[in-house]
Each structure stands twice: as C-alpha cells, then as structure tokens.
C-alpha cells in the first residue's frame, strides 16, 4: 500500500476521535473559543454577517457559518429554509437525499494472537459484505464489517440499531475471514468497543447559499 510519508512527511496513522480531539484541543490557541454541548437552533442571516442561536438561549455572531454537523445536519436543514424563503420548492431533492443500502459494525479490540504485523491494513470482499481492519500499536485492531441491507432505506424509515441487534447481526459472519489467518470471530472476542451503524449516504446540490456553508458528511455523506 502506497503510504503518505512521501508527500506529507508522516506515515498513516489510525487513533479513536477522542483521540484526535484531545490532540486538536491541546493545539488551540484560544481554547475560549471552543464551545461544547451547544446545539444550534436558529440563525438570523443579515447583510453583514449572522447571528447563531443555540438552544440554552447563547448566540454568536460571525461573518459566515459552517456547518460540520455531520449527516442530520442542523445547519444544512437552516440553510435550506433560507433557500427555501426566495425560491419555494429549490431544496425538495435535497431535503429527501438521505439513504441507507449498508449497514456498519465497527471497533476497536486487543490484539489477537498470531495476529498481523502493526501497520497493517486488510480488506476482503465478496458479494453482500466486506470487511476493513487496520493494526495498531501492539497489535490492537480496528475493525469494519459492512453488510447489505435487504433494501435502501430512506430520510426516517432508515434503521437504528440496539447492542442486542449487534450482537445478532455478528453471528453469521463470525468464520469470515479479515485476513489470510485470522477470522472475524477472533477479533470479536477480542473487542473493547463495538458499535452498529446505517451507511448513510447523501449528495446534495446546495453546498452554499448567502453567509451558509456545509462541508463534509453535512453535504455529501460516503461511505
């Protein structure tokens, strides 16, 4: 696997959000500026810039805002009433973009004996599922299981999913391989963390509007 070493000076390197959250934090100059549990709720656009209302009755001002909200984007869903208010009817396809054709188990375990090497990456493939794992340092794994779905899902029909549903979904999956030696059902037992999500997946067609703005997953969800 071609590494980024070459053009970035760092080889790849693969940690828990938290993780890279702390690092980011630690790094900010003026942590006053970095404000938690703040929920959006409304946001006035003026001419000159806009003020940012959040639900515990705080409001910010700026000359734009961004949402990086993730895919059930406040900000996105804002930004199209804006649109919505001088052209009716311009964000129906976008409004109603949200599907779900996979669904994820993912992870994080200790490592597993006769294990692969740290630095190592693997994936497998076939039809209806693959699977995705990432070695860590002392041989910790991250893992992937993606699985079709029986349909694609749709905006509020898409499915959620409980631990005991997790752990039903796992089992006819448990003598696949995630490499050459090492089966999912090992990395299982192993597991520190475990976690099932939907794939969810959107494209949208506006990305901007005004002082508005959405990046990432708040506008064009992959998987």
Sequence with gaps: MLTPQPRTG???????????LKVLYAHTPDKSRVHTNKRVCKVDHQNSGVVVHCQDGSKYTGDIIVGADGIHSTVRTLMQ???????????????NSISAEYSCIFGLGNAVEGGARTGDSHRTYTKGYSTLSFVGRGGSMYFFLFSRLDKRYHGKDIPRYSKAEMD???????????????KFGQVWEKRTFANMSPLEESENQHWVSDRFVCLGDSIHKVY
């Design 10 to 20: 760092y080889p790849v390197s693969f940690l828990q959000r938290c993780d890279l």
């Design 81 to 95: 009433q804006h649109i919505e208010s001088s052209t009716p009817g311009a964000t129906k396809k976008d409004s």
């Design 168 to 182: 039903e979904a796992v089992k006819p999956f448990l003598n696949i391989y995630m490499t050459d030696t090492i």
